[in-house]
């Protein structure tokens, strides 16, 4: 049974801050009143993420609504949040409750000024120092201060040399969970069968994910919804099987089936369903969704269509909490090499190795060096053979096995305290269709000997404590095709569109990505991670998504004349260095040319 201490308030903010979450003073002083233990807080975070009108800003008035304070130990399984309007049979009055996509977690969000009832949790930092019931403490860096780049200096050993460097990662030993991995269960018939036994397990794995949201509730199967003889308030949660505007552009109608039947369901443009309408741009077909509106039957013709004023992704909770890892080491990620390729910037790479080696950079350049205990390969490590037509005219070597021991030369410069993870891209001597297979040791046997943990793509890893989603990003192109407004140069706009639908290439079909019907399906997003790294477009670029960082991490090839008919401007040579600072993820972006 746990403890109920009575948080100070420094605890208090502490806790909301690791959530993203700001607070009033008056809504602080209140829980500090209350004997809370960290079990109450952490539920009481979770039950403000799910508010519709939650900013990340926790209030008295919020605080009221949760209805936290009356029954803080009940902490109650499905916590009812009602809203006067929810209730209200008439289509018209029900608001839009789609949680915004723009919203990120942002710690200097309002002006102390501009509305005395909302405190950033800066200033509340500053007001509990001014009053020392706070102790000083780092603050955490803002969204534009992520991202930082360090160059380092062409002028080898510019801090001594060798004898200086003294890697604090060779200090810790190597903490690897394998948390999911394709590969355990990829086999397929292809037949039909197949394909149901995917679809169905997706459907069932992301109800589950739906269900988990206050929000989502009185769900009822579509075949019930079907039957029903008199209009109404109605619940469904189903998979989108069809998607197209109204002529006239006054509505969007798609089909939504849960495995009982499908029922057609429309999103009117109008003035009370603005945020609904609008966030129909961001619906693609065989994502599943919940579904709550107005069932308008028509006993004359026996038709049935749900108007909608509210859908709901499976996304990520705004309360979503971040994590730094158990111990001082930090994770470079990288992918898309093409060793092989005659674009390969061997050079580049081979820069790479020597400031992990610690003989290029400043001081601090080393010191940074050190920390490194893990290299993540997140596909296309060599560019294969026959990817395209017409490759081997770009290829400078020709044969699978040598590009692997090519990769063995140059990862051999390594140093053996930092381990090295892989998975497949589609350039890997592997079948086409994801989930990819882990590469075949025959192929890759001297660069395995490095003792190199091989992967499927994707995978789920958890590193001394930090959740790692590796995908490869065989199906960013597609979601971008879906989804007006994605573009290539911002791969992590589409990774924050994964994370909405949970999945990691939603539509099948007439499709660029090649999808195998494996019974499991691998590409639905059930655990949250820390990290979620990409690669594949040869973009560095870097985000957040409600405290999931975001990582596409470049590459080390030039521009290929396939990616220049893409018009797809590659920025090779930069690497994604993840490591905690001030109590958060923070990532520095290596410059190696
Ligand atoms: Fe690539
Ligand atoms: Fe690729």
Not at 187 to 215: K, V
Not at 366 to 374: C, F, H, P, R, S
């Amino acid at each position: 049974m746990e403890i109920k201490t009575g948080f100070k308030k420094r605890d208090i903010l502490r806790h909301f801050l690791s959530a993203g979450i700001n607070i009033t003073p008056k809504a602080l002083s209140i829980l500090a009143s209350k004997s809370l233990s960290n079990n109450d807080l952490g539920e009481l975070i979770r039950k403000v993420s799910y508010l519709p009108d939650f900013k990340l800003h926790l209030t008295e008035s919020i605080l009221n609504q949760t209805e936290f304070l009356s029954n803080p130990a009940s902490n109650s399984e499905h916590p009812p949040i009602e809203t006067s309007k929810e209730n209200n049979q008439d289509q018209s009055d029900l608001e839009e409750e789609f949680p915004e996509y723009s919203v990120e977690p942002n710690f200097e969000v309002k002006s102390k000024n501009s509305n005395n009832d909302i405190t950033s949790a800066t200033e509340l930092a500053e007001d509990l120092i001014e009053s020392e019931l706070f102790v000083p403490e780092p603050q955490h860096p803002s969204n534009e201060d992520i991202i930082r780049e360090l160059k380092t200096s062409n002028s080898s050993k510019s801090s001594g040399g060798m004898s200086r460097f003294k890697p604090i990662a060779k200090d810790y030993a190597e903490q690897i969970e394998i948390l999911q991995d394709p590969n355990t269960n990829l086999y397929t018939t292809g037949s039909i069968d197949d394909f149901i036994a995917q679809f169905r397990d997706r459907f069932e794995r992301l109800s589950e994910i739906l269900l988990q949201n206050p929000e989502v509730k009185n769900v009822i199967p579509i075949n019930e919804a079907k039957s029903l003889h008199s209009s109404g308030t109605v619940n469904i949660i189903g998979m989108v099987t069809d998607k197209s505007p109204s002529r006239g552009g006054h509505a969007i109608k798609f089909s939504l089936d849960d495995q009982t039947e499908e029922i057609d369901v429309v999103v009117r443009n109008d003035d009370r369903n603005v945020k609904t309408y609008e966030s129909m741009i961001y619906l693609v077909k065989d994502e599943v969704v919940f579904v709550s509106g107005f069932l308008k039957v028509d006993m004359s013709y026996g038709s049935r269509v749900l108007f909608a004023n509210k859908i709901i992704w499976p996304d990520i909770p705004m309360g979503n909490k971040t994590h730094i890892p158990s111990c001082p080491v930090s994770f470079a990620l990288l992918s898309d090499l093409h060793i092989g390729s005659d674009n390969f910037l061997e050079n580049v790479f081979t820069r790479f190795t020597r400031y992990l080696n610690g003989e290029i950079g400043t001081e601090r350049d080393q010191e940074e060096a050190g920390k490194i205990k893990y290299v993540i390969v997140c596909g296309d490590l060599v560019d294969g053979i026959g990817i395209y037509a017409d490759q081997v005219n770009e290829l400078e070597i020709t044969d699978i096995y040598k590009q692997y021991e090519k990769a063995a030369e140059l990862f051999s410069k390594i140093p053996d305290y930092v381990k090295i993870i892989y998975i497949p891209g589609n350039h890997e001597p592997v079948r086409k269709a994801i989930p990819h297979p882990a590469v075949p040791s025959k192929y890759c046997k001297s660069f395995l000997d490095l003792g190199v943990t091989s992967l499927g793509d994707p995978s789920m890893i958890e590193l001394h404590g930090i959740q790692f989603l590796l995908y490869h990003g065989d199906g960013i192109i597609d979601m971008n095709n879906n989804i007006p407004g994605l573009l290539s140069n911002k791969p992590t706009h589409t990774m924050k569109e994964f994370l909405r639908c949970r999945h990691l290439s939603p539509t099948f079909g007439k499709e660029h990505t090649e999808k195998a019907p494996t019974a499991i399906d691998w590409l639905v997003v059930d655990q949250i991670p820390h990290v979620f790294h990409t690669g594949h477009m040869h973009i560095n670029d870097l985000g957040h998504y409600r405290n999931v960082l975001l990582v596409n991490s470049g590459c080390f090839q030039a521009q290929t004349k396939f990616m220049k008919s893409l018009g797809i401007n590659p920025t090779p040579g930069k690497v994604p260095i993840i490591s905690e600072k001030y109590g958060k993820l923070d990532t520095i972006t290596l410059t190696l040319m």
